[in-house]
């Protein structure tokens, strides 16, 4: 048996109560999971950036071949990348010249053929090209789209 001089003694020191311990236990396991949220978060967000940065070397690559490797025709076409990862649609359609033909008012050659459609050579043709690149589900967030023009000399067969 302990004497009571003891259980003074016990009695005097101070320490953590049960209470105590279970709230500090609380507060430390909330700020864990508040932790490993925030990396989940930044794990995944840096992932997302990764995918967005390889679509967009894809769609630039795209773009940069675009009319040297065949002809650009006006229209839509779609493949694939990178094993089927990524999906990418590319639309060319003819721009219309933005500089207006000059007017005249004085017809200086009253005999001349009206032009009536014909397609000057000496001028290049503008394309507008508009590239989607998307992958995984094709949400806004997994999408990267580009547009550029393009100005190329018609050759015969365009004409």
Not at 100 to 119: Q, R, S, T
Not at 132 to 150: D, F, H, I, K, N
Request: glycine fraction near 6%; proline fraction near 8%.
């Amino acid at each position: 048996m302990r004497s009571a001089n003891s259980y003074a003694q016990y009695r005097n020191e101070r320490g953590f109560t049960l209470l105590e311990v279970l709230v500090a236990f609380a507060l430390l396991s909330t700020a864990a999971v508040l932790l490993l949220g925030l990396l989940s978060n930044g794990l995944r967000d840096v992932g997302m950036a990764e995918r967005r940065g390889e679509a967009t070397l894809h769609a630039r690559s795209l773009l940069d071949n675009a009319g040297r490797m065949e002809r650009l025709r006006p229209g839509s076409r779609s493949g694939a990348m990178d094993s089927g990862r990524y999906r990418w649609t590319l639309s060319v359609t003819r721009v219309p010249d933005p500089i207006p033909a000059p007017i005249i008012e004085e017809d200086p050659n009253p005999n001349a053929v009206p032009n009536d459609g014909v397609m000057d050579t000496s001028e290049p043709v503008i394309y507008r090209l508009d590239l989607r690149v998307s992958w995984g589900a094709a949400t806004p967030a997994e999408t990267v789209e580009l547009s550029t023009l393009r100005a190329l000399y018609p050759l015969p067969e365009d004409l």
